[in-house]
Nanobody, 117 residues
C-alpha cells in the first residue's frame, strides 16, 4: 500500500524547535523526491521544502535558513528540522510524493504545528 505518514507536530513557543518525520511505504514512492507543504485555514498549501532522491534540497523563501530537510533512504523517511520557529509557522504540515506507478501525488494526513508567541 502506498502511504505517507507524518509525525512530530505539536505546540512550541516562539524561538523553539520541532522535527517532523514522514515515513513512506510502497515501492513506487519510497525512493522518490519528497516535499513538505503547509496549510492554514482558508489558504492554499504553501511550499516549504523538497528533497531529491540524492538529497538535493530546496526551500521556500519564508523558511530558508531556519528549516532543514533531510532523508534516510534506509528508513524511507524524510525529516524536517524546524528551528527558530515563529507564530506564522503555525499550520498543518503535509508531506507529499509522486507515485511513480500512477503519477499521482500522494499526501500524508498532515501534522499540526502550533507556535505560541
Amino acid at each position: 500500500q502506498v502511504q505517507l505518514v507524518e509525525s512530530g507536530g505539536g505546540l512550541v513557543q516562539a524561538g523553539g524547535s520541532l522535527r517532523l518525520s514522514c515515513a513512506a511505504s510502497g515501492n513506487s514512492i519510497r525512493s522518490n523526491a519528497m516535499d513538505w507543504y503547509r496549510q492554514t485555514p482558508g489558504n492554499q498549501r504553501e511550499f516549504v521544502a523538497s528533497i531529491t532522491q540524492d538529497s538535493r534540497a530546496a526551500y521556500g523563501f519564508s523558511v530558508e535558513g531556519r528549516f532543514t530537510i533531510s532523508r534516510d533512504n534506509t528508513k524511507a523517511t524524510v525529516y524536517l528540522q524546524m528551528n527558530s520557529l515563529k507564530p506564522e509557522d503555525t499550520a498543518i504540515y503535509y508531506c507529499g510524493a509522486v507515485d511513480s506507478t500512477t503519477t499521482r501525488i500522494i499526501w500524508g494526513q498532515g501534522t499540526q504545528v502550533t507556535v505560541s508567541s
